[in-house]
């Protein structure tokens, strides 16, 4: 069915929310996921190509990578536009969870808020540092009486050679919770259980985490884990063979695989370690999704994490999962990637491998003033047309091109309209840190041209009368600065 | 648009020039002394007798003192202007209207640029700070666009293409070679340019002009005075300038095969001077062959070929030294490189020296002989869909 939710806010009722009076562990049953969006980026490495260059190493599978010009951020924003997209939720907070942030100090989630399309009065915040935060973010926007956007996005990786590298991968989840009859799967409840040891953990700034022995932490994690699902499925008042599904992740792999067992219930559903790696702070997200996309009415899905202890969220699929229809499914992301990338690329967007760059001036950063004055456009990529003669500008001005008419213009948000290649090069000059560059111009669905740079494309592919679709990016950083705008990617079509 | 022109109103009767090259022992300063005192020689006059001077520089220098602080101008008018990679064109029409108005009564254009200290390959320069979110492409790049827009709307295959653009190549070098101030003075086989690394899309580096250092001047005085200073004085006839409105990236309905900037300027450029057919009556042009393709466009842009004929134009030599239109008899940007302020007045300078029938005999075009008294620069800054265009027409006779 479709969501009732309008862009017009609706107010909530007091004895929707029913913390105060519940029994600990419960939740309000009308809270809970109305939509999701969970984003793969479309390169993929193979292990065996780390293998070929390192000669060591495990050959099977591959592992997601985020291109060069994403970051968790830009990854985050694509997953909660798939999520937005189907239910047009008034939004009144965001909260973002990754444990590799593009920034400090300042708030990463602000930039989604303009990218999304948000209006400026949603609160919205960071749950950084820890892959706990995206359980985090999941149980307070869970817990919240306001329409909620959680996002969880990861870039996993470690030093040259060794599992994190070969098995992390990245990736983006985005859940947007509400209440009402749009509500696909509703909070049974959640337990916790909190373990201060030295399991994984990084300083800041370093690039790779620093492990204690898998089997140290393995003990650790056992000793929780059986108490915390016995907690959620007691406060839920169930049982665990009424359980339909049993996500169980984190990022000690062999704990997870323990974990599983000593909880029992129905087989395990695809872990994505072999097609995608695992993707941190976003693995509990995507795999939900995942798990949401086959999901039928009526049925309990235990999201078991373990990151510095054990977090249960226990969740109950309601009637309107029938009739809910999804932006990209994961199992679609699954089989739509590019997996030539050679371990010497990986390396370089990752910032591991130094190259030199071309001999032309490095690139400005964004100046703080025009930035923020173009806000509507740098992130929001919204143009304007005008009132007189309906002609598109990208980017918005005040004079008509068309007509001349000045100052009859309305913006326009154009980040999801798609635009068909009318001309383009390859640039081998142009600075990148994948170089060539492909910049096409775009005529764009109902009128508008730009002219951006293509990205997740093979150069040697493209033609005129090419079909894209706008995506958010991270064109470049310089002088600390990140650079943020949109590109286009040929259409991948939803089915 | 009241364009009413200055046709036959000023003549140009001294010019300097420049060798352009990769000047790494020489400086701004030097590059605009030799150019002011070989234009001073040309015209048989001394400093003193030129009243203002209007010096073209994109990113070598700002203010009017760039250049009289090292030639030790004695407080006298000077005024630095930039537009673009016309900016050497630019200073060349103000000098004129400034001597058409009766302000002065001895005007001397100058261009100059030195690329070559930057430490960087290719054009560069600095912009004002920004949002981030303008394309970042290199020149070639942005010129790149018109190849496959054209081939595509014209049915050329990707073959014949190649071969068009590297005939314009061959051709401009082959006239560099016969030319002392070329930066690059060897002719180059069309399999060299044909197999030349690509740079973008479909250019490899033979479809770029190089880039240099250089200057060139030229004094300009009133028409009636001209043969006080020359037995062979050349008249300016027309200067048109536009700035487009930037809209070609911006509007569907541009096509990345002309340049509409140019198409401006021209016609009213040759209604200024009264030109009906310029391919018939023109005997010779300088044009902005910053690329290969650009040359190819601009045939079309200034009536040079029907439109979607300029390619066979090209193969079939009509642009060569003896062909029915020769364009780029002094090799072009492909030999010069592009000092951006200096262009416009090394275009000029070419004309100067063919119309007056000065140039060498190997590269001397045949168009003169047969009559013909009119020569053509076009000079162009920006990219397709978003330029400036300037068109001048300068010719021997001082009435037609």
Redesign the interface.
């Known amino acids: 069915m479709t969501p009732q939710w309008g862009y017009e806010y609706a107010p909530l009722h007091c004895d929707h929310v029913a913390h105060n009076t519940a029994k600990k562990g419960t939740v309000a049953m009308s809270i809970g996921i109305v939509s999701y969006g969970a984003y793969i980026p479309y390169n993929r490495l193979r292990r065996s190509e780390i293998v070929r260059a390192l000669g060591q190493g495990t050959v099977r599978g591959m592992r997601s990578v985020a291109s060069y010009d994403e970051d968790a951020t830009s990854m985050g924003v694509e997953a909660a536009r798939r999520a937005l997209k189907v239910a047009k939720v008034p939004i009144e907070s965001l909260y973002f969870a990754t444990a590799t942030p593009p920034y400090m100090d300042k708030a990463n989630a602000a930039a989604m808020v303009p990218a999304l399309g948000l209006p400026a009065r949603v609160f919205a915040a960071d749950m950084c540092a820890s892959v706990r935060s995206g359980i985090a973010a999941l149980r307070v926007a869970a817990e919240g009486k306001e329409p909620a956007l959680v996002v969880l996005s990861d870039i996993r990786t470690g030093m040259p050679g060794g599992s994190d590298e070969s098995e992390g991968g990245d990736g983006a989840a985005a859940f947007v919770f509400g209440e009402g009859s749009g509500v696909i799967a509703e909070l049974l409840s959640r337990s916790a259980a909190t373990e201060e040891f030295l399991g994984r953990w990084r300083i800041p700034g370093e690039q790779s985490s620093r492990l204690w022995e898998e089997r140290f932490g393995e003990q650790v994690y056992l000793s929780l884990v059986e108490d915390a699902f016995i907690d959620a499925t007691k406060s839920a008042g169930i049982t665990t063979d009424q359980v339909h599904n049993v996500i169980v992740t984190g990022l000690h792999s062999r704990a997870v695989r323990r974990a599983r067992s000593i909880i029992g219930g129905p087989p395990p559903a695809d872990d994505l370690i072999q097609e995608v790696g695992n993707t941190g702070t976003a693995h509990p997200g995507i795999l939900l999704a995942a798990t949401l996309d086959e999901a039928e009415p009526d049925q309990v899905v235990a999201l078991v994490v373990l990151s510095d202890g054990v977090d249960v969220l226990l969740f109950r699929t309601t009637n309107a999962i029938s009739g809910y229809r999804g932006s990209i499914a994961v199992a679609d992301q699954l089989s739509s990637y590019s997996d030539i990338m050679s371990y010497t690329t990986f390396l370089s967007w990752r910032g591991i491998l130094h190259r030199e760059p071309p ?3 490095n ?5 703080a ?3 923020l ?2 806000q509507a ?2 992130f929001g990529f919204e143009g304007s047309r005008c009132q007189g003669c309906g002609t598109r ?3 918005p001005q005040r004079v008509c ?2 007509c001349g008419e000045v100052d009859q213009m309305a913006g326009e948000r154009l980040a999801d309209i798609k635009g068909t290649v ?11 840190l994948s170089p060539p ?1 492909i ?1 096409a ?1 775009i ?1 764009f669905d109902g ?7 293509l990205t997740d494309v093979d150069p040697s592919s493209v033609s ?1 009368g090419d079909r894209v679709e706008m995506t958010f990016r991270r ?2 950083t310089a002088d600390g600065t990140h ?3 949109w590109k286009a990617r040929p259409l991948q079509e939803v089915k | 648009m009241s364009s009413r022109g200055i046709c036959d109103k000023v003549a140009v009767v001294g010019m300097g020039c420049t060798r352009f090259a990769e000047h790494w022992g020489k400086s701004v300063d030097d590059l605009l002394v030799e150019a002011f005192a070989e234009a001073l020689q040309s015209a048989a006059i001394s400093k003193e007798e030129v009243d203002a001077f209007w010096l073209g520089t994109m990113m070598s220098g700002y203010s009017g003192m760039t250049l009289s602080r090292p030639l030790k101008i004695d407080h006298k008018p000077v005024t630095r202007v930039e537009n673009y990679c016309a900016t050497g064109s630019e200073a060349f029409r103000n000098a004129c209207y400034a001597v058409a108005s009766g302000a002065y009564d001895v005007a001397m254009a100058i261009g100059v640029e030195k690329l070559k200290d930057s430490g960087f390959s290719g054009l560069h320069g600095t912009v004002p700070p920004a949002d981030g979110t303008a394309a970042q492409l290199a020149a070639p790049a942005m010129f790149s666009l018109l190849a496959p827009a054209y081939s595509k709307r014209y049915g050329i295959d990707e073959d014949q293409m190649k071969e068009v653009l590297t005939r314009i190549a061959w051709k401009n070098h082959y006239n560099g070679a016969r030319n002392v101030r070329a930066q690059f003075r060897g002719e180059v086989s069309k399999e060299t340019i044909r197999c030349s690394p690509v740079v973008a899309g479909s250019l490899g580096i033979y479809d770029c002009s190089g880039v240099a250092d250089g200057a060139a001047a030229a004094i300009v005085v009133r028409a009636e005075d001209a043969r006080r200073y020359t037995e062979h004085p050349i008249y300016v006839k027309a200067l048109s300038f536009v700035a487009g409105p930037g809209t070609g990236p911006t509007d569907p309905a541009y096509s990345y095969t002309s340049f509409t900037e140019v198409v401006a300027s021209a016609e009213d450029a040759y209604a200024q001077a009264g030109i009906v057919d310029p391919r018939a009556e023109i005997a010779m042009a300088e044009v902005h062959d910053c690329f290969t393709v650009t040359e190819l466009v601009l045939m079309e842009d200034l009536r040079f070929a029907e439109r979607g004929a300029a390619w066979k134009e090209v193969l079939a030599g009509t642009y060569d030294l003896q062909g029915d239109l020769p364009v780029n008899p002094d090799g072009g940007l492909k030999s010069f490189g592009h000092p951006i302020g200096a262009s416009g007045l090394r275009m000029l300078f070419e004309c100067w020296l063919q119309l007056r029938s000065e140039a060498p005999e190997e590269r001397r075009i045949g168009t003169i002989a047969r009559g013909k008294k009119l020569a053509l620069t076009q000079n162009l800054g920006g990219a397709p869909g978003e330029a400036v265009s300037f068109v001048s027409i300068v010719g021997t006779e001082p009435s037609r």
Not at chain 1, 363 to 367: C, D, L, M, R
Not at chain 1, 422 to 432: C, K
Not at chain 1, 447 to 453: A, D, L, S, V
């Open positions: 001999r032309r001036p690139p400005a950063g964004p100046a003033p025009p930035a004055r173009n456009w740098k500008h990208m980017p091109q068309h009318a001309t383009f090069t390859v640039d081998h000059l142009a600075y990148s560059i910049v111009v005529d009128g508008g041209r730009f002219e951006c740079e005129i064109l470049f650079n943020y705008f």
